[in-house]
């Protein structure tokens, strides 16, 4: 890797942001993993936070407390958490395309990684209006819908995870 880095430095005649990820691919990696962690680990805890919330008195202590709860993990972590995943995975993607050409985005473990990204970030995005509808009052969901759709976030995690470590259909 340092000598395909040593070789677009001379090609584009200064050290860029490029050159940058591909010389630190392990640490962009790396970080890209644990920004993953934190946001899985808030995508599964919220919905869990939403079961034990419907059966909470609306206007209650408990009500409030968990509106505090659902709040604070949904902008102290989720959020954050996803961003970081998506800026470090951009962050590899133009890592990886230096290294062997964009060529990879349009293989089928790659499509299959981004669809799940898209349904991952889309749940986020149903997980964050449901919590604004909890601190209105206005959820209409039940406690068992929060305890099937719990699940979703790791399927999702599953196609993830053996799309990009098995690389299937690769030629």
Known sequence: MRARLAQL???????????????????VRGLHILS?????????YLPRLFVYHTKATPGSE???????????????IINPASIATAVFGLGLILADSAIRGWSFLAEPWMATKL???VGLYGWHGFLSASRKKFERGENVRSEKFWRITNEIPFVLAIVIVISVTTKFLNH
């Open 9 to 27: 430095s001379v090609q584009r005649g200064s050290f860029g942001v490029i050159d940058f990820l591909v010389a630190h691919f392990n640490l």
């Open 36 to 44: 993953v962690i934190a946001f899985m680990a808030g995508m599964l």
């Open 62 to 76: 408990m009500d409030e407390t968990f509106k505090v709860m659902e709040r604070r993990l949904l902008r102290g």
């Open 115 to 117: 669809v799940a990204l």
